[in-house]
């Protein structure tokens, strides 16, 4: 038996025995590391966890590269939905479900989908929260089944980020964009995109997204990008290095839902080109029955403006929560209230 630490916070384990009894081995070894974890972090407000799986190989398995890796990213998806337990599992079982097979089909149909750029592009606005008028928009990609429904976005990206095909998409929205530069440079407003810390590690992808934003801004687009509070964090000498050569600024979305500290925001705001910071919709959706929550705002939209960074309150859907936004001074808003996302790009 020996445990090697891989990338990302995975762990493996290996065990010697093939057969079910592994499984005792198995569980035995998640236990140790869920005990360890909570042990040595218990220090920490929240409970640090893990999702485990075994894969259990016979004798008489033979498997492809492309099947394993198939399997590996399958056993991890479905193990986070159980964390409380070892998910066990056989391989002769697994490749001949057709669980596997739906999941290998929709790995393949992803990648296939974002190398070919058959990408939508949609753009929701970012408004004043006083006039209604639109300051920017954000583009935001959607997938168009062959039946023309469109896929929303939410019911696709934890896979995308799992099967590891984010760079794909990022580069797919930036080519698309950039194929359509004259529709978006005519709505005479500057538009955001999201971007991937996980993109910017791929040195091939990164350099090519430099040269495709380059191109970009030479023809005259005005253009930001997006990115997560929790990435800037974990990944920050990546955003630094990347960002500070090149003329755009950026937006901190989804602020409120990471662990970073006030110290490591000042470190951001330093380093980075940061316009815009994007208070995360869980806390507007309860702006309308909770104090607390309005509290919090309060103190987010206080500390931005103090560092001179304007606000963007995301999910606003009612006109009871953009008027308690409008109390708070929060710059700017996003939602259903002033506008729907629209596509604008097939």
């Not at 093939?18 to 070894?29: I, M, P, Q």
């Not at 469109?150 to 799992?162: K, Q, R, S, T």
């Not at 607390?292 to 009871?320: D, P, R």
């Amino acid at each position: 038996k020996r445990v090697v630490k891989c990338n990302e916070g995975l762990i493996c384990a290996f065990l010697n025995d093939c057969s079910r009894s592994a499984a005792v081995n198995g569980k035995k070894v998640f236990k140790g590391i869920k005990e360890t974890l909570s042990r040595k972090f218990s220090y920490l407000p929240y409970k640090p966890d893990i999702s485990g799986y075994l894969l259990i190989f016979t004798e008489k398995s033979t498997l492809k590269i492309n099947d394993l890796t198939n399997l590996l990213k399958y056993a991890l998806r479905i193990s986070r939905q159980k964390p409380s337990e070892l998910l066990i599992l056989s391989t002769d079982e697994l490749i001949s479900s057709k669980s596997i097979f739906v999941f290998k089909n929709t790995v393949d149909y992803l990648k296939e989908t974002f190398e070919s750029g058959r990408v939508a592009l949609a753009i929701q606005g970012i408004h004043e929260i006083e006039t209604a008028k639109v300051k920017h928009y954000e583009v935001l990609f959607r997938l168009i089944d062959e039946a023309g429904r469109i896929i929303p976005a939410g019911e696709v990206i934890d896979l995308i980020y799992d099967f590891r095909l984010i760079h794909l998409l990022d580069l797919a929205v930036l080519k698309k964009v950039f194929s359509n530069i004259e529709k978006f440079k005519n709505l005479n407003r500057g538009i955001f995109i999201n971007v991937s810390p996980r993109t910017l590690k791929l040195r091939t992808t990164r350099e090519e997204i430099e040269k495709i934003i380059g191109n970009l801004v030479r023809k005259g687009l005005k253009v930001g990008f997006e990115i997560t509070e929790q990435a800037a964090i974990e990944d920050f000498n990546v955003i630094v290095d990347f960002f500070t050569k090149l003329p755009t600024k950026l937006a901190i979305d989804d602020f409120g839902t990471g662990y970073s500290s006030f110290s490591n925001f000042i470190s951001l705001v330093e380093q980075l080109p940061i316009r815009y910071l994007k208070i995360d919709g869980s806390y507007v959706k309860k702006l309308e029955e909770s104090v607390k929550t309005e509290k919090v705002i309060g103190a987010l939209n206080s500390m931005a403006h103090s560092l001179g960074i304007e606000t963007i309150a995301e999910f606003a859907s009612s006109w009871e929560i953009v008027e308690k936004l409008k109390k708070l001074n929060i710059d700017y808003a996003q939602g259903f209230f002033f506008s729907k996302p629209e596509i604008v790009v097939v």
